[in-house]
Nanobody
């Protein structure tokens, strides 16, 4: 079973950048795709980005395309989310998740392990 711990969230001004990290422990990290989701209180969890098990395929939601970049380092059991040109509407709790399959997926039910979340607040 994989355990996930996110870090790197915080308060930033609009236009700024943050880099989220997700450290995985346990077996199987490098065998499966990974994803980032975000959630605002009172709203459903939203897909942000995903990366295949090898890291050679990525997919980003339209709302973040060109601003956010997902990457992974299997040697370090870590997945990252580089967030640039942040907007107030990016404010949310960001969750890292491990997929149950090797290739990217955008549906949250495909993911079988979740971190505790890290809050990101973007001020205008």
């Amino acid at each position: 079973q994989v355990q996930l711990v996110e870090s790197g969230g915080g308060l930033v001004q609009a236009g700024g950048s943050l880099r989220l990290s997700c450290a995985a422990s346990g077996r199987g990290f490098s065998d499966y795709a990974m994803g980032w989701f975000r959630q605002v209180p009172g709203k459903e969890r939203e897909f942000v980005a995903a990366i295949s098990w090898s890291g050679d395929t990525t997919y980003h939601a339209d709302s973040v395309k060109g601003r956010f970049t997902i990457s992974r380092d299997n040697a370090k059991n870590t997945v990252y989310l580089q967030m640039n040109s942040l907007k107030p509407e990016d404010t949310a709790v960001y969750y890292c998740a491990k997929s149950g399959v090797r290739f990217i997926a955008t549906i949250s039910s495909i993911y079988d392990a979740w971190g505790q979340g890290t809050p990101v607040t973007v001020s205008s």
